[in-house]
Nanobody
Framework: QVLLLESGGGSVQPGGSLNLTCVSSGRTNSDFCMAWFRQAPGKEREVVARVYYNYDPLYADSVKGRFTMTRVANTLYLQMTNLKLEDDAMYYC????????????????WGLGTRVTVSS
């Protein structure tokens, strides 16, 4: 059974920074895709960044230059800087073995999420 556990959410003002961590357990290797998604109230879940195995991460346009994702084996990190009001959301870690596209319905394992609140 694959388990994903996120940590690191919190509350910041615009311009602030937060770091998120996701630990994946239950897989025997690292040959799979890991991703961060987020979902704001009343909006659809969207991909923030994703990475397949040890390839370069891919970012949503809205976070490029502000967020940095790093993967070490089966632990995923998201460094978020210059946070904006529109980054306010629940952030989820997810993984899958088939591909590394942006559709959340293709991801088979999900964490419970961690809340990132950006407010002035």
């Amino acid at each position: 059974q694959v388990l994903l556990l996120e940590s690191g959410g919190g509350s910041v003002q615009p311009g602030g920074s937060l770091n998120l961590t996701c630990v994946s357990s239950g897989r025997t290797n690292s040959d799979f895709c890991m991703a961060w998604f987020r979902q704001a109230p009343g909006k659809e879940r969207e991909v923030v960044a994703r990475v397949y195995y040890n390839y370069d991460p891919l970012y949503a346009d809205s976070v490029k230059g502000r967020f940095t994702m790093t993967r070490v084996a089966n632990t995923l990190y998201l460094q978020m800087t210059n946070l904006k009001l529109e980054d306010d959301a629940m952030y989820y870690c997810a993984d899958q073995t088939d591909n590394c596209r942006t559709d959340p319905s293709e991801f088979t394992s999900w964490g419970l999420g961690t809340r990132v609140t950006v407010s002035s």
